[in-house]
DNA sequence: CCCACGACCTGTGGGC
DNA sequence: TGCCCACAGGTCGTGG
C-alpha cells in the first residue's frame, strides 16, 4: 500500500478535484472492499458535499457537509483515478500508469462539476466506512493510533519510551501503527538504513543518542518522498495517474544484492524475512 | 509481551 | 509458450 507518503499524494491530488464538491452520483459496483460497505452507502453519499480532504496515518478522510466522515483507507493494492469531462488532461510529463483493470473499479464518485473519481482495488484489501464525525476519533481505527511521525508528538522522548524493555528490532516495532502511525515496510526499511541501525537489534538495548537521527531519517525519508510523489511501485499511482518518483531513491528496499547506498559503506543489501515480512538491510553499516 | 504463522485477495515476475 | 511458486505497499487473528 500506500504508505503515508502514498496516500498523502493521493490526497494532495485528489482535493483540487473533490473539496468543496458535491457528490452527484456515486455507485458501489460491488457490496464490499475488504468489509462489506455500510448500509444505504450510496444513498447516504450521494448530495453530500465533502467539505475538506484529510488525512491521518494511512486513512483518507473526506469530511462531508453531514454528520458523517468518509473514511478510506487503500489496503495493499487501492488506487485512485480520476477522470475529466473534457477528456485527457493527466498533468505531469512522464510515464503513465497503465490503464487499470476495470474489473477492479469497485467505487464510482461523480461530482456535479462532472469529475468522475474511481476507486481501483484488484487484491481488496481497502476498506470504506461512514462513521460520525463528532466520535471519529474514539473508533478503534484512530482510538490506538499512535503520533503522525512527520508531527511534533514524534521524538526521541516518545521512541526512547516506546522502545523501552523492548526486545523486538526497531523494524517490527516502526510498523506497529499504535507507536507510530503512518510507516510501511518501505520506508522503515530506508529510514533504519540511513540511521545505520540494525533492523534486528533489540529495541530497548539501542543507545538513547541514536534516537535522534533515527526520528531525523524518518521524517526526512517521508518528506523527500511527499516531494518526489510518493513511490509508485505495480498497484500505486498518484491519483492523477501519474507515476511518483522516490522508486528510484530506494536504498534499500527491492535492492537485494545491490551496493549499499550509505556514504563510505562498501556493504551489500541484504534480505530477511521478519515477522512475516521482508526486511532489506545492510549487514554492513547498520548495527 | 513475544513470536511464528496463516488469513484475506489478485496479479506479476522469475525459473524451468 | 506455459506452468508453478514465491512474493507484493497492510492489517487482523490465533495459538503457543
Redesign the pocket.
Known amino acids: 500500500?500506500?504508505?503515508l507518503p502514498?496516500v498523502e499524494t493521493v490526497r494532495g491530488g485528489l482535493a483540487p478535484v473533490l473539496e468543496g464538491q458535491r457528490l452527484a452520483r456515486v455507485e458501489a459496483r460491488r457490496p464490499d472492499l475488504?468489509f462489506p460497505l455500510p448500509p444505504n452507502f450510496v444513498q447516504l453519499l450521494t448530495g453530500a458535499t465533502i467539505q475538506r480532504l484529510e488525512r491521518r496515518?494511512?486513512?483518507l478522510m473526506a469530511r462531508l457537509d453531514r454528520e458523517d466522515t468518509l473514511v478510506m483507507?487503500?489496503?495493499?493494492?487501492g488506487r485512485f483515478e480520476i477522470s475529466h469531462p473534457q477528456g485527457e488532461s493527466r498533468p505531469g510529463n512522464f510515464h503513465y500508469a497503465?490503464d487499470p483493470?476495470p474489473?477492479?473499479a469497485h467505487i464510482v464518485f461523480e461530482t456535479e462539476a462532472g469529475v468522475r473519481v474511481t476507486y481501483y482495488d484488484?487484491?481488496?484489501?481497502g476498506y470504506m466506512a461512514l462513521l460520525n464525525t463528532a466520535t471519529l476519533h474514539l473508533h478503534?481505527?484512530f482510538a490506538g493510533l499512535g503520533p503522525e511521525p512527520l508531527g511534533e508528538a514524534f521524538d526521541a522522548a516518545h521512541l526512547k519510551a516506546a522502545f523501552a524493555?523492548?526486545?523486538?528490532?526497531p523494524k517490527?516495532?516502526l510498523?506497529d501503527?499504535r507507536i507510530v502511525a503512518?510507516?510501511?515496510?518501505?520506508y522503515v526499511c530506508e529510514a533504519l538504513n540511513r540511521a545505520r541501525i540494525s533492523p534486528f537489534k533489540?529495541?530497548?538495548g539501542i543507545a538513547a543518542k541514536r534516537l535522534p537521527p533515527l526520528v531525523a531519517a524518518i521524517k526526512d525519508v517521508l518528506g523527500e518522498a511527499i516531494a518526489a510523489g510518493?513511490?509508485?511501485?505495480?498497484?500505486?499511482a498518484q491519483a492523477d495517474g501519474a507515476l511518483?518518483y522516490f522508486?528510484h531513491r530506494f536504498r534499500t528496499?527491492?535492492r537485494e544484492g545491490q551496493p549499499c547506498r550509505n556514504a563510505g559503506c562498501t556493504g551489500v543489501i541484504d534480505?530477511k524475512?521478519?515477522?512475516?515480512?521482508?526486511t532489506f538491510f545492510c549487514p554492513v553499516c547498520q548495527k
Open positions: 500500500m500506500p504508505e502514498e475488504r496515518a494511512k486513512y483507507h487503500l489496503g495493499m493494492s497503465p483493470n474489473k477492479h484488484p487484491r481488496r484489501f478503534p481505527w524493555g523492548r526486545k523486538q528490532g517490527t516495532l510498523l501503527q503512518g510507516l510501511g515496510n518501505i533489540p529495541a530497548g510518493g513511490s509508485t511501485l505495480r498497484d500505486f511518483g522508486q528496499y527491492d534480505r524475512v521478519q515477522a512475516g515480512r521482508s
